[in-house]
């Protein structure tokens, strides 16, 4: 279903173009579309976005001098036109919004959380990989506005960037998301974008650091709603492989990824052929996916 936000507002008037759900919006509906329009700055016609060229060995040259601009707090930025339909799929780099997934996907953690509480499936929400943590906060959201005062948020990220690509996994040679300051995000940060929007409470959980060295002795007991942002191949797998023994029968498993990054999905598609899953993967939008899990 399209966002009740698509083609709203962003680019300067119009009117809602669809509903979701049919029917006129409860003050929920109202809440958690004004917070995804805050989330991603679809609401905010910027036209500022981070330079990155286009050729990989371009972006490994660039990336050096960015680092340098980094030290000084120096950042070079672009004009570009505000483009509604890349904020609503997730396709470009907003420059200060706290997520860049897109409508389209926080629509799809909305689902999957409703879905789970109405079906009394057993566990928290996580999220592996949350960048400046705007999907985080949406998924405390929408347990807040449905009442559930016993699931926990998950938050795992090295905030520090992502890792540089490990020759044990071939899949990730020449990954270039380690070079990128832009995805580097304290932990500090994150948390007070989750103040920012009154969300930061002892339902949210943080876990510091690599996937590998934190997520194997996490105390997560079980898991509705596992969402998976890892980019690349081998914090891809590291997530599946302590999470999705967690996840209950009946909750879901989300990819960020797996359309857009071959890395990603040759990791996903892997884990599921060894572990015999079989449940259907469902498409979120041109990059993301999920499954629910039966058994």
């Avoid at 919006?25 to 679809?42: A, F, N, V």
């Avoid at 389209?104 to 943590?133: F, K, P, Q, T």
């Avoid at 103040?195 to 690599?210: E, H, K, M, N, Q």
């Amino acid at each position: 279903m399209r966002s009740r936000l698509a083609g709203w507002g962003a680019s300067g008037g119009g009117t809602y173009a669809a509903a979701v759900p049919d029917g006129p919006p409860s003050p929920r509906d109202l809440y958690l579309d004004l917070l995804k329009g805050c989330l991603t700055r679809y609401l905010f016609a910027d036209d500022l976005a981070p330079f990155v060229p286009a050729a990989p060995w371009k972006r490994r040259v660039w990336s050096r001098a960015e680092q340098v601009l980094a030290r000084r707090d120096l950042r070079v930025l672009r004009r570009t036109p505000f483009r509604p339909e890349l904020r609503e799929d997730g396709r470009d780099w907003p420059l200060s919004a706290e997520t860049m997934i897109g409508l389209a996907r926080l629509d799809n953690s909305r689902a999957c959380i409703e879905a789970a509480v109405r079906d009394d499936v057993l566990g928290d929400v996580a999220e592996a990989g949350v960048w400046r943590g705007g999907s985080a906060i949406f998924m405390r959201a929408v347990l807040a506005t449905l009442g559930d005062d016993s699931r926990r948020v998950w938050v795992a990220d090295s905030f520090e960037g992502l890792p540089p690509p490990d020759p044990a996994h071939p899949a990730d040679e020449g990954d270039l998301h380690h070079t990128q300051p832009f995805l580097a995000v304290s932990l500090d940060e994150v948390k007070a974008n989750f103040a920012r929007y009154g969300l930061l409470d002892d339902r949210v959980r943080f876990l510091p650091g690599w996937f590998a060295d934190t997520l194997p002795t996490a105390a997560i007991e079980a898991l509705a709603v596992l969402r998976v942002d890892g980019d690349m191949y081998g914090s891809t797998m590291d997530v599946l492989e302590a999470l999705y023994p967690k996840v209950s029968p009946g909750g879901f498993v989300i990819v960020d990824d797996y359309g857009a990054i071959t890395a990603c999905r040759t990791a996903v598609d892997e884990y599921r052929r060894r572990r015999g899953i079989s449940d259907p993967l469902e498409k979120v939008d041109w990059t993301g996916v999920y499954w629910r899990r039966t058994a």
